[in-house]
């Protein structure tokens, strides 16, 4: 797993960082986050395409954005382990 750093924070906006990680990977946490019914909005950006990390920002109605992300990544982890093992 790569390094996270929570660029910006507070009651319902969350900018993490995922050093050193593919830009795939956090648009798959995004698709999963934007599905919550209290997320507002959720994007991905990146200075460019070869270089920069990955920033996911996540605005909530109401909740605490980085649950939902955490959240969102034990979703994806499950839909990992279940395509694993259908394999």
Not at 1 to 27: Q, R
Request: glycine share 4%; proline share 2%; net charge negative.
């Amino acid at each position: 797993m790569s390094e996270l750093k929570v660029e910006k924070k507070d009651k319902n906006h969350v900018e993490i960082t995922f050093v050193g990680e593919d830009i795939a990977f956090v648009h798959a946490i995004r698709d999963i986050v934007s599905e919550e019914e209290e997320v507002e909005f959720a994007a991905v950006k990146q200075e460019h395409i070869e270089i920069g990390d990955p920033i996911l920002i996540v605005k909530t109605k109401k909740g605490d954005p980085v649950a939902i992300v955490s959240k969102a990544a034990g979703k994806l982890s499950k839909q990992a382990a279940d395509l694993a093992k259908s394999l």
